[in-house]
């Protein structure tokens, strides 16, 4: 946690494709206490 009161959220993740063969990522957002918000970061 910051003092900002912004905090870091990564999630990595696995599912299958079209052709049933698994794929991984990981996404990244902000949290904002003061706005209750999250916006994305990235995504690969």
Avoid: P, W
């Avoid at 870091?8 to 918000?37: D, H, I, P, W």
Wanted: with cysteine.
């Amino acid at each position: 946690m910051r003092d900002s009161g912004e905090h870091s959220l990564v999630m990595t993740y696995r599912a299958k494709n079209g052709f049933g063969a698994l794929t991984g990522g990981q996404a990244v957002e902000t949290y904002s206490n003061a706005t209750c918000t999250a916006q994305i970061v990235s995504v690969d």
